[in-house]
Every structure is written in structure tokens, then in C-alpha cells.
């Protein structure tokens, strides 16, 4: 069993950064990929980021590529979103997930953190 932990949304102007942190605790011994999803509502969970336990491999939806940098420090745990430029339409409940395999799918992860709202204003 994985425990994840979001954090860092908030209200941010159209342009400006956030900075989303997932802490993880319980079998982090074992070598999980970590993703970012994010809902908007009345939308479906949709993939943002994945990076595999060594950081070698990263997915990026189209949609953020080259504003948002997935980025995670195995030794604390943790796994972190920058995300730059935002536009309104990032606007969301973000999540991260966790699971053995490293997948864009978000039916594949088994762990998530409880959400963290991102609002971004125009």
C-alpha cells in the first residue's frame, strides 16, 4: 500500500505558476511510476505527467507540454508538478497517482492523493 498526499494549488492569475508537491509513504521502497491527472468539473480525469521511478522516461499531455515539468526526489518521496503559463482552461482538481507501471491510463493506477484545486483566472 502506497499513501499520497497533495499539495500546492491554489488561485493563480492566467500566465502566472504553481508548484504541486505529492508526498508518499508506506511501501515507497518499491520502484513506482508517478503520475499527474487532473478533473475539471463535469469532465473526465485526464492524464497531465507521468515519470518512471528512475526519471529516465516522462509523458506530458500535448496539452502542457512545455509549460509543466514533472520532476520527482526518490530519496524524500516526493513528486513535484511546476506548472508555468497557465491559461484558465488548466483549471482543476489535480491529482497524483502512483502504481508499479508507468502508463498514461488513469484506470491503471491503484494509489492517488486526495486532489489539490488548481484555479486559474482570466
Known amino acids: 500500500q502506497v499513501q499520497l498526499v497533495d499539495s500546492g494549488g491554489g488561485l493563480v492569475q492566467a500566465g502566472g505558476s504553481l508548484r504541486l508537491s505529492c508526498a508518499a509513504s508506506?511501501?515507497?521502497?518499491?520502484?513506482?511510476?508517478m503520475g499527474w491527472f487532473r478533473q475539471a468539473p463535469g469532465k473526465e480525469r485526464e492524464f497531465v505527467a507521468a515519470?518512471?521511478?528512475?526519471?529516465?522516461?516522462?509523458y506530458y499531455a500535448d496539452s502542457v507540454k512545455g509549460r509543466f515539468t514533472i520532476s520527482r526526489d526518490n530519496a524524500k518521496n516526493t513528486v513535484s508538478l511546476q506548472m508555468n503559463s497557465l491559461e484558465p482552461e488548466d483549471t482543476a482538481v489535480y491529482y497524483c497517482?502512483?502504481?508499479?507501471?508507468?502508463?498514461?491510463?488513469?484506470?491503471?493506477?491503484?494509489?492517488w492523493g486526495q486532489g489539490t484545486q488548481v484555479t486559474v483566472s482570466s
Open positions: 515519470m518512471n521511478w528512475s526519471g529516465s522516461r516522462t
Open positions: 508506506g511501501r515507497t521502497s518499491d520502484r513506482y511510476a
Open positions: 497517482a502512483s502504481d508499479s507501471m508507468l502508463t498514461m491510463e488513469y484506470k491503471r493506477y491503484r494509489y
